[in-house]
């Protein structure tokens, strides 16, 4: 999927005391922020539909495929990412291309996009914004409850460990069987979402795809070899299959 640039994403009311963005051809109003990190900004946001009573027909709802993606309230989140050079652009642009890949209840799905040309200001010297929308999931992270609870003296119980486990491997067993396979290379708690459930075990759903590689890459040199090593295989739990040619190898990356 390709990336479409608009001229409208970055409109801002400052009268209104907030922030409307536009992706595409539809409206958000910026609630309150609810993260950032590096050059990326996470914010909850509400879509403004012009005739409520149509909501349903119009809008996003026009464009999502799958309806449960929807929010009753319409409120979802939206990750701003400042882009300083073509690198980091081709890196947002293949993040969005391989989250468009998923279609599974534990992987967080990528609803909406855009990247617009900025001019560079004073305050920075990005020349690109990209803006990528998403379900929000108020309930925080895997890391940010296990804090909470721990200040608490309180734990996840076994039953619940286990479901939440189940369901990450749920998510990353849909990436493995694509064809190509993609290994996600950054699970961790701070990229487990949690939504908490009445009776049940929280939902658990794995985000930020920006490191996500195709599982399989063929190794044909020494020099190809290093360079795999230099982009972090000592992070990752990775094994390796050697053909009987020389200087010939077989990649392949688990998460």
């Known amino acids: 999927m390709g990336c ?3 001229g409208l994403n970055a409109l801002y009311d400052a009268v209104n005391g907030g922030g409307d963005v536009w992706i595409n051809e539809n409206r958000f109003k910026i609630v309150r922020q609810l993260g950032e990190g590096g050059f990326a900004y996470v914010y909850l946001v509400k879509e403004v539909v012009s005739d409520s009573s149509s909501a349903l027909a119009s809008g ?6 799958d309806p449960s993606h929807l929010s009753d309230d319409r409120t979802y989140a939206i990750k701003k990412v400042l882009i300083q050079n073509n690198e980091q652009l081709d890196l947002v642009r293949e993040e969005i291309r391989v989250s468009s890949l998923f279609s599974h209840p534990n ?7 855009s990247i ?16 990528l929308l998403f379900p929000v999931h108020l309930d925080g992270t895997l890391l940010d409850n ?7 003296k309180e734990f996840f119980s076994a039953s619940d460990v286990l479901q939440i486990f189940r369901q990450l491997c749920a998510g990353l067993k849909h990436m493995h069987n694509l064809g190509p396979p993609y290994a996600h290379n950054d699970v961790k708690p701070g990229n487990v979402l949690l939504s908490h459930r009445k009776g049940k075990c929280p ?17 044909r040199s020494r020099s190809e070899a290093l360079q795999l090593q230099v ?3 000592p992070f990752r739990v990775c094994t390796w299959r050697i053909r009987r040619k020389p200087a010939i190898g077989y990649y392949k990356c688990t998460d």
């Open 107 to 113: 992987l967080l799905p990528l609803l909406d996009h």
């Open 203 to 219: 939902l658990a759903i794995l985000m930020d795809f920006g490191s996500a590689r195709p599982a399989r890459k063929q190794i």
């Open 146 to 152: 296990s804090k909470a609870m721990t200040s608490r």
């Open 4 to 6: 479409s640039f608009s």
């Open 231 to 233: 982009w972090g295989i």
């Open 116 to 131: 617009i040309s900025v001019k560079p200001t004073q305050e920075g010297s990005w020349n690109h914004e990209a803006y």
């Open 60 to 65: 996003l709802a026009k464009k999502v495929k």
